[in-house]
RNA sequence: GGGUCGGUGCCCGAGUGGUUAAUGGGGGCGGACUGUAAAUCCGCUGGCUCUGCCUACGUUGGUUCAAAUCCAACCCGGCCCA
């Protein structure tokens, strides 16, 4: 096998492959098959999700046909894999929504400049959700399903493996669910499915399956989970390191120039298709080109370098500047009662999650208005048109204008 | 089903009748420093238009002037046995 033979779309960011001699073939192929599956629990496509997604779109680009399947009837039973808590299940409607949602993140009828996906270009996606086939596995079928597999398999894998030595309770159901993903591959005769590290367990039952059903085993393409903000942890909503798809070019450049060091080659390499090797070796401009053009990504050139140069005049001290204030998210006083101490006015206003925590942030000294710092909780505001037009900074990147 | 241990704030984990909104660590937030970073240091970390008042230690009920701490039932989990 030639390595130069597999296409740098392919193996870019690539965290593993198998079975790995079998790419080079498969590439050669007709238009192939290429899955990825989403759980449509949440409502909020961040970067972290979207790497596979811009994988998907790479095979997209070069002719292969996305299959994307969305896990509704997963979903509606209630995926088990987070930890103890068991997930409030969701009905059809929900389920429903929430992929309406993601279709609409993933770029669905918008600019496909900026879209995440290829919806438009004729036979290279297909949205399926596989209730379609599951719903309808009859108990034999089932069975035959769980007689694939061993409990000792199910306990090799590393999240039960974990669970079981830390004596974390593991459903029975649970173990149905690798069963299930991998049934989709057959259903949809897929020929590479795409996922997280976290999947290969499922990618390479998927294989089994299809084996067991007489089709050609599909490929496993995994990507590397990515870290989040915090730059140790994975991204993910409820750690609250996640910058989202839809998010404004302003906040979304401002929480990326700032991420730690060590993770900045990571998101180039996985969020964005510079050239590495061409970037400044400087470390702090590798970390502003990443945030510009994963800005770029999404909102297109021109908002990206505003967003660059209001978040320099803002960090700079200049938030009562008027250039550098255009673009800071406003924020409504209609839903203040007036007069207004400080600390219950940035509750009220969302700034701060209680008026609790508004109290601390005034105490800690992490509060200015216009640029002069806010030291008294108590401080009462009259009425509205005492504050509008002014800019509120909370620590050093949260800036909101009263309107 | 039986035995046994256990369920504390975002997480881990102290506390076994009374200054306990509850020790400590992690995480998070704010401040200093800096490259808007890391490391380090300091402060904060239930809610409420808050000089006070509410909720909180699996759930419900009980004992007591007073309970996370004692009692009962129930729910949930681990381990062992069946």
């Known amino acids: 096998m030639t390595v130069a033979s597999i296409p740098n779309w392919f193996s870019r960011g690539v965290a593993d492959l198998f079975p790995a001699d079998a790419a080079e073939t498969a590439l050669q192929n007709k238009p192939l098959r290429v899955k990825l599956g989403i759980d449509p629990t949440g409502s909020t496509i961040h970067l972290g999700h979207s790497i596979l997604f811009r994988k998907l779109r790479a095979f997209q680009d070069a002719g292969h046909t996305a299959i994307l399947i969305i896990g509704d009837f997963t979903a509606r039973i209630g995926d088990p894999s987070g930890k103890s808590a068991t997930r409030v299940q969701l009905s059809i409607e929900e389920v429903e929504e929430n992929s309406n949602t993601y279709l609409q993140q993933l770029g669905q009828g918008q600019d496909p400049n900026l879209s995440l996906l290829d919806f438009d270009t004729p036979g290279r996606l297909e949205v399926r959700r596989n209730s379609e086939w599951l719903t309808d596995l009859n108990l034999p079928k089932v069975i035959e399903l769980l007689a694939l597999s061993t409990v000792g398999q199910m306990l ?46 499922n990618v390479a039952m998927g294989r089994d399956l299809q084996r067991h059903f007489g089709l050609k085993p599909q490929l496993g393409l995994l990507l590397p989970i990515l870290p989040g903000l915090d730059g140790v942890q994975k991204m993910s909503k409820s750690l609250g ?163």
């Open 156 to 201: 090799a894998k590393e999240e039960f493996a974990n669970r079981y030595e830390n004596g974390t309770a593991i459903s029975l159901h649970e173990f149905l669910y690798p069963l299930l993903q991998g049934y989709d591959s057959v259903a949809i005769k897929a020929d590479l499915e795409l996922g997280g590290t976290d999947q290969k367990f």
């Open 241 to 403: 390191n996640t910058v989202g798809l839809t998010e404004d070019p302003l906040s979304m450049y401002s929480k990326l120039e700032k991420v730690p060091d060590a993770v900045v080659e990571e998101y180039l390499t996985l969020l964005t298709n510079l050239d590495l090797a061409a970037l400044p070796n400087n470390p702090r401009e590798r970390q502003k080109a990443m945030a510009l053009e994963i800005t770029r990504l999404r909102h297109g050139p021109e908002a990206a370098a505003a967003a660059q140069a209001d978040a320099a005049n803002l960090v700079a001290g200049a938030a009562g500047n008027g250039a550098a204030a255009a673009e800071v998210p406003e924020v409504s006083l209609g839903a203040v009662n007036f007069p207004a101490k400080a600390f219950y006015l940035l509750s009220a206003v969302g700034i701060c999650s209680s008026s609790s925590d508004a109290r601390r942030q005034i105490i800690g000294g992490g509060v200015k208005l216009d640029g002069e710092k806010l030291s008294d909780p108590n401080q009462e505001f009259q009425s509205s048109t005492e504050l509008e037009g002014k800019v509120l900074q909370l620590g050093k990147k949260i800036f909101r204008r009263f309107v």
